[in-house]
């Protein structure tokens, strides 16, 4: 089942601040986190394991609510580099795979 | 190095074409996918191959299948594809169920024509 996630666009100027939010009716195991930029393949970017576990390699926090099945990705002080569109995917307990949320597609300008 | 090769870059087949789109992962991952992807959406899973078992999503159509000759092998056998399959194909391999993300080959781009 897909997740749900908001906004579906988010205009930043460099140095701003963005939050995006992802939720999911089912209970999750895992929430991930991609970029995509035109052209190109999902990038991981990060991944929240129910139990509080994180792992990433990139300097993008993000948090889970195991409680409410909610997920949230904090990009603070944007730079240019960070215009994309994000996904979250999200694993359930009984499965190996991953949906992905619709996208929000985050625009840095100078 | 891309560490999840796809062949090939692009593709065009008519829709009376048998073809095959190849994936091959160098990260020692036990579980492959295969997601489709049109403009402007999200990729959807099409196929899970995990610790030598298929998932299948069952909204696929039989024009699709898949095979997975060993572990770090995935193909994506086509036939009698409508011009709708035209879409950006995308491979995926990664750890396990909470191990770790995945990684996305570079794509495909199938036209069916």
């Known amino acids: 089942q897909q997740p749900v996630q908001s906004p579906q666009a988010v205009i930043l100027r460099e140095g701003e601040d963005a939050v995006i939010n992802c939720s999911s009716s089912k209970a999750l195991y895992s929430v991930h986190w991609y970029r995509q930029k035109h052209g190109e393949a999902p990038v991981f970017l990060m991944i929240?394991?129910?139990?509080?576990e994180q792992k990433g390699h990139e300097k993008i926090s993000a948090s889970f609510n195991e409680k409410k099945q909610q997920s949230s990705l904090y990009l603070t002080a944007s730079q240019l580099s960070y215009s994309g569109t994000y996904f979250c995917?999200?694993?359930?307990?009984?499965?190996?795979?991953?949906?992905f949320g619709a996208g929000t597609r985050l625009t840095v300008k100078p | 190095d891309t560490e999840v090769t796809q062949t090939p870059k692009h593709l065009v087949m008519g829709m009376t074409n048998k073809k095959s789109l190849k994936c091959e992962q160098h990260m020692g991952h036990r579980a492959m996918y295969w997601y489709k992807q049109k403009a402007k959406k999200p990729p959807e899973l099409m196929f899970v191959y995990s610790y030598e078992k298929l998932s299948i999503n069952e909204s696929v159509p039989s024009r699709f299948s898949p095979e997975c000759p060993n572990s770090s092998l995935l193909n994506l056998h086509l036939h009698a594809l409508q011009p709708e399959d035209s879409a950006l194909y995308l491979c995926a391999s990664s750890p396990g169920q909470g191990g770790g993300g995945y990684t996305f080959g570079s794509g495909t781009r199938l036209t069916v024509v």
């Open positions: 929240l394991l129910k139990g509080g």
């Open positions: 995917g999200t694993e359930g307990w009984n499965n190996n795979d991953m949906r």
